[in-house]
């Protein structure tokens, strides 16, 4: 099939390498300039690990082509896939709806011929019909039909989540053909058993919310266990483990530490909670703000801990930040907690010096006061207090014997409950967690 993706960002870029993938012939269409110009030379403008290999190789084949013409687009497709942002209005808990209403604007008006129109991106309940009556407004004598499909993909696996994923999930209006062609575009993956869940676009939009608020409440809730365990002296990771081996409750998803960040997770579920208010269900996701509550108290219980680790004040001292990434294999930064944490542990007085292995130059961006080390060695030199925020795997397995001979002072605090506790302790250093 001719498919279109609208938007190459983590989401979109994903997508159209992994339709070409399944064999179909892709146009992706992407508006920043530069962007663009990498992505048709086959190189991927961020950290995914399997993505470049996928995108040169049908970039390289002609299966995949990019271009930042609606009009292209619209003249090339059979079905569109709507893949751009949705970030949080600032100042605001909803969602910025401004691209998407920009694409429907943009395309319906120049499509000829009778296209279906899938949504990815995460959009409040009820988007779907609202776009839809505006795309019969816009439409010139062509049968436009809009569908949800929402993308459940996590960054760092994006590539396996797309193309073997648990459930492929239709929000479709009744009388349309938006099945049958979901059926031929994942043929794939269907084939192989995926469970395809159809149903109407309230639905589909509001199985990705509810997706989303399930996951960070669990999050959340293991969080919220572990304010308990600092104050009863227990041990969070042994009760997640216990807990966890319970089928109905699960160990993943179950991992205390730092808390939720990056590009979806906080902003969906403000964003739900916003929705539900204007529904007049306000009361039905409140808990939801608690969630938000006890993941943002993570960021602040850790400045507190570092601050306490330093004996009472950090004016002046040497703090060794190592992970930025809102979590490992990513090089997102986007509402990161652990930038968040160094950008609080500097106000405070304390010179910071952050390493990452793949998110400086988008950390750098974002917080140019904070110092940067090329490496952990570096960025832990006379350092008073290591914290790993991030769980990469080299953090994971650092020698603490080798780096105790950087630091001013053995003070290592594990903010992901990633460290073997006993190893560092048995190195000599004062572990934290
Ligand atoms: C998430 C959803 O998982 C995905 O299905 C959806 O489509 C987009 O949002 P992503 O943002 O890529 O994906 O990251 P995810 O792996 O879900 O992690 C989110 C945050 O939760 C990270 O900051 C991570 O460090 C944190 N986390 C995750 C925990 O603190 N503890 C855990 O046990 C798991």
């Given amino acids: 099939m001719r498919i279109v993706v609208l938007g190459l960002g983590y989401l979109g870029a994903t997508h159209a390498a992994c339709m070409a993938e399944m064999g179909h012939e892709v146009l992706g269409v992407e508006v920043i300039p530069e962007k663009r110009a990498q992505l048709a030379a086959g190189e991927v403008p961020f950290y995914e690990p399997g993505l470049p290999e996928l995108l040169k190789r049908h970039i390289d084949g002609g299966s995949l082509k990019v271009c930042g013409s609606y009009a292209e687009a619209a003249d090339f497709g059979d079905v569109f896939f709507i893949a751009v942002g949705t970030p949080q209005k600032k100042g605001e808990y909803s969602a910025d709806l401004k691209y998407v209403d920009a694409a429907i604007e943009e395309l319906i008006p120049l499509l000829s011929r009778d296209v279906l129109i899938l949504g990815k991106s995460t959009v409040p309940v009820g988007t779907t019909q609202r776009l839809s009556e505006r795309v019969d407004e816009l439409a010139k004598d062509v049968e436009i039909e809009l569908a949800w499909n929402p993308e459940f993909l996590r960054e760092g696996f994006a590539v396996e989540d797309t193309l073997h994923p648990d459930r492929v999930v239709l929000g479709a209006f009744s009388g349309g053909q938006a099945e049958l062609i979901c059926r031929e575009v994942y043929a794939p993956i269907l084939e192989a058993g995926t469970p395809f869940i159809v149903t109407d676009p309230p639905t589909a939009e509001l199985v990705k919310t509810s997706a989303n608020a399930f996951l960070a409440?669990?999050?959340?809730?293991?969080?919220?266990?572990?304010?308990?365990?600092?104050a009863a002296g227990a041990d969070v990771k042994a009760i997640a483990d216990a807990i966890g081996y319970d089928a109905r409750i699960g160990r993943r998803f179950l991992n205390a530490g730092l808390g939720f960040g990056g590009g979806c997770l906080p902003k969906d579920i403000r964003a739900f909670m916003a929705r539900a208010g204007e529904l007049?269900?306000?009361?039905?996701?409140?808990?939801?703000?608690?969630?938000?509550?006890?993941?943002?108290?993570?960021?602040?219980?850790?400045?507190?801990?570092?601050?306490?680790?330093c004996g009472g004040s950090l004016l002046g001292k040497r703090i060794a930040i190592l992970g930025?990434?809102?979590?490992?294999?990513?090089?997102?930064?986007?509402d990161s907690p652990a930038l968040n944490v160094a950008g609080q542990i500097q106000l405070q007085g304390a010179s910071v010096t952050v390493y990452d292995p793949k998110a400086m130059d988008n950390s750098r961006k974002l917080f140019p006061t904070l110092d940067y080390a090329e490496s952990a060695e570096t960025a832990c030199d006379s350092a008073d207090v290591v914290l790993v925020l991030t769980e990469w795997r080299e953090f994971v397995a650092l020698n603490p014997t080798k780096l105790a001979a950087e630091v001013r002072q053995k003070n290592i605090i594990d903010g992901r409950l990633c460290l073997d506790e006993r190893e560092w302790v048995s190195a000599g250093w004062n572990y934290a967690s």
Avoid: H, Q, Y
């Fill in 217 to 230: 409440t669990k999050i959340s809730f293991i969080n919220a266990i572990a304010e308990v365990c600092d």
């Fill in 324 to 334: 930025a990434a809102f979590k490992p294999e990513s090089d997102d930064v986007r």
């Fill in 280 to 309: 007049g269900a306000a009361e039905a996701l409140s808990f939801l703000r608690e969630v938000d509550n006890v993941n943002m108290r993570r960021r602040t219980r850790m400045v507190e801990l570092t601050r306490e680790v």
